[in-house]
């Protein structure tokens, strides 16, 4: 427990945690800004903030810019040797299974958490009124939202917290799934620039080739499969990508 402490908090200090959270969240605020802001409605802004055109692209670069390659470093420093001396090889590999999900779904999670109270704070959610675009009682262009929007339809029956939490959680499972892509690269393959871009385009490949409702690419949104559906699969994405990761730990570790 020490030692998972000591990596967890390490996974949050280090650059490139702060450079995919800021990263993120400076591209994440200026589609809200320019795309969602004064929309009248913040389930609109919640729903639309993540469905800009060509926007769900470049997601995966960000999470793993957190922790996922510094195992690159350590292999080739020779510094993992001196961890498995303090550590069983498995238990090494679960610390860092777990330290790099946090701060890979962190850096999505908790950007994406600070646009969605913002639409709240800022839009009136009793404007919401969905099926047709119109004017407030002050004139103001009011945009709405399909009323065949799940995620929507969530926030009207069950209050927007409801929804905002749906969001904010796939947006954790998604970053974390893809730091641990980052991971799975890293100790199988331990170099650094193959750990950063070969996720980038194993996404684009998945984007294309899979259907929507398994897309591991697709269900940072939930729109396709259902937000639920979309929950349960990212568990299933993140616990492959963790086996794939575990797998290639014990490779690695048996080599050294």
């Not at 605020?29 to 913040?42: A, D, I, K, R």
């Not at 020779?78 to 860092?96: D, E, H, S």
């Not at 675009?133 to 029956?157: C, F, R, T, Y």
């Amino acid at each position: 427990m020490k030692f998972l402490w000591m990596d967890v908090k390490r996974s949050f200090a280090n650059p490139g945690f702060f450079a995919g959270l800021f990263g993120f969240g400076a591209l994440l605020t200026y589609n809200f800004v320019t795309e969602s802001l004064h929309s009248g409605s913040p389930y609109y802004a919640i729903v639309n903030i993540l469905a800009v055109s060509g926007f769900t692209v470049f997601l995966p670069v960000f999470p793993v810019l957190g922790y996922a390659s510094c195992f690159c470093r350590e292999y080739e420093s020779g510094y993992y040797r001196l961890i498995l001396a303090r550590l069983k090889p498995q238990r090494f590999a679960k610390v860092r299974i777990i330290s790099v999900a946090l701060s890979g779904g962190v850096i999505v999670a908790l950007p994406y958490l600070f646009i969605c109270l913002a639409a709240v704070a800022l839009e009136a959610p009793e404007l919401a009124d969905m099926n047709s675009m119109g004017l407030d009682a002050s004139g103001v262009n009011v945009l709405k939202i399909p009323e065949d929007i799940e995620m929507a339809k969530i926030g009207m029956a069950y209050g927007i917290g409801v929804m905002v939490a749906l969001k904010v959680l796939l947006g954790f499972l998604f970053g974390a799934v893809w730091a641990l892509a980052g991971l799975a690269f890293a100790v199988w393959m331990p170099n650094q620039y193959v750990a950063l871009i070969a996720p980038f385009v194993l996404y684009q490949s998945l984007y294309i080739l899979m259907p929507n409702h398994l897309n591991p690419a697709l269900l940072v949104r939930g729109d396709d499969a259902g937000h639920l559906l979309s929950v349960a699969l990212g568990c299933v994405w993140l616990l492959a990508a963790a086996a794939v990761s575990m797998a290639g730990f014990k490779r690695r570790c048996r080599d050294a």
